[in-house]
């Protein structure tokens, strides 16, 4: 599966930006989709995810309760939606696709799209 993100930007503190992620390739529907981000001189760290089904999602304490992550099966699309940014949340963000019912580990991913640049400033 193929996997181009695009949406991001840069915004002030408090603002809101949406990520969408298009796939192409092999059935949409049978992957678990999953955000991640990498910040600069730090580690790649999960984000969020969601099963295949949408029954399930699942967040890094640091962005519950502001982003909100969901998937649109019929246009294989899987979407980040972030409010009150905050500087913090400044990074590269990167969708990717496990075969897993569900994942919230990056070691479970199997595919990964590029990234988009997410910056906050204050």
């Known amino acids: 599966v193929q996997l181009q993100a695009s949406g991001g930007g840069s915004v002030q503190a408090g603002g809101s930006l949406r990520l969408s992620c298009a796939a192409s390739?092999?059935?949409?529907?049978?992957?678990?989709m999953g955000w991640f981000r990498q910040a600069p001189g730090k580690e790649r760290e999960f984000v969020a995810a969601?099963?295949?089904?949408?029954?399930?999602?699942f967040y890094a304490d640091s962005v519950k309760g502001r982003f909100t992550i969901s998937r649109d099966n019929v246009k294989n699309t899987v979407y980040l939606q972030m409010n009150s940014l905050k500087p913090t949340d400044t990074a590269v963000y990167y969708c990717?696709?496990?075969?897993?019912?569900?994942?919230?580990?990056?070691?479970?991913?199997?595919?990964w799209g590029q990234g988009t640049q997410v910056t906050v400033s204050s």
């Open positions: 990717a696709a496990s075969e897993k019912v569900v994942a919230d580990r990056r070691s479970e991913y199997d595919y």
């Open positions: 969601i099963s295949w089904s949408r029954s399930s999602t």
């Open positions: 390739g092999r059935t949409f529907t049978t992957y678990a």
